[in-house]
């Protein structure tokens, strides 16, 4: 066995066992640390499979971007050093059993088929790549970059719409903030207190 | 780099996408489905960036599919913790089964 066969298989036990982790552990902070390493794990795969670019790419999306973007929500909306609730017995069971049946299925179809893998050497020029990615031509990809950066631009204007409040919500605060205490002939009433969120 | 064949990258490929599937199975934390849908994501680059290295190496197509997969899950991501930061707002919870409603 070769040492590039070596460093394969270390990497693969490394992104399965990081993943499994991710998905079995009931501390939610722990596991996006461990979705963390899985994704390193992968970004070293690519960098095996000789594509620095993808791998640059991944490390900077994945691990820069939307794992931050994870922790941060888990800090924003969760306990994160609370367990969660135990999953039941019968649905780790079913969904174990149907997980493994799919595994088994698909990875034996895989097996069946015979590859026969093209002895071309394979290498990935980053200028190449910006070549094709905004070459108007047959194998060109300008379309679907065009179309990925207006998904880019609505998925922007999305999240500040959903994050903005409402004009009626804004209104309805500066009232219940205004007319607090309410004052009808010389008695003080009030009418509405802000609601206190007990924390338990 | 020749002496592994394709079938072993595509057995990790499948089962960190079938990782992912039992994650979105048991998991009922909005936050911790999220993550498993990034996982199975991730097993898709991976098969397709294997395909393009051994049967087609003279071309980029699979290296273009995993960069816009890459963008998309990114644009995913994002809006996908807006919907789950707003949800918890106005639920004061992240479970999927106290979401029952789509109008608040």
């Given at each position: 066995m070769e040492a590039s066969a070596i460093i394969f298989y270390a990497i693969a036990a490394f992104i399965l066992g990081a993943g499994v982790l991710a998905v079995t552990t009931r501390k939610i902070f722990r596991s996006a640390i461990w979705l963390l390493f899985s994704l390193v794990g992968i970004a070293a795969m690519y960098f095996w499979m000789q594509v620095e670019f993808i791998a640059a790419v991944q490390i900077i999306v994945y691990v820069g971007g939307i794992v931050v973007l994870i922790i941060f929500s888990i800090f924003l909306t969760?306990?994160?050093?609370k367990e969660m609730p135990k999953t039941n017995w019968r649905k780790i069971l079913f969904s174990t059993l149907a997980t493994l049946f799919g595994f088994g299925f698909s990875y034996n179809l895989i097996n069946e088929y015979s590859f026969t893998p093209s002895t071309q050497a394979f290498n990935v020029p980053i200028k190449e790549i910006g070549r094709q990615m905004l070459s108007?031509?047959?194998?060109?990809y300008v379309l679907p970059f065009e179309v990925v950066s207006m998904l880019l631009l609505a998925a922007m204007i999305g999240c500040i719409v959903i994050a903005m409040k409402s004009p009626e919500q804004k209104a309805a605060e500066a009232s219940v903030t205004e007319t607090e205490v309410h004052t009808t002939g010389g008695t003080v009433t009030?009418?509405?207190?802000p609601e206190i969120v007990e924390e338990v | 780099m020749a002496s592994i064949p394709l079938s072993h990258i595509l057995f990790v490929s499948t089962a960190l996408f079938f990782i992912g599937m039992y994650g979105l199975f048991t998991r009922r934390n909005m936050i911790t489905m999220l993550m498993s849908i990034e996982l199975i994501l991730n097993s898709v680059n991976i098969n397709f960036v294997a395909f393009n290295k051994y049967l087609?190496?003279?071309?980029l197509d699979g290296i273009f599919f995993t960069i816009f997969i890459i963008t998309i899950a990114a644009a995913e991501a994002a809006v996908a913790i807006a919907i789950i930061i707003n949800l918890y707002r106005s639920h004061k919870s992240i479970d999927v089964e106290d979401a029952t409603e789509l109008k608040w």
């Open positions: 969760q306990n994160s050093g108007p031509t047959d194998h060109g009030i009418i509405s207190k | 087609y190496p003279e071309k």
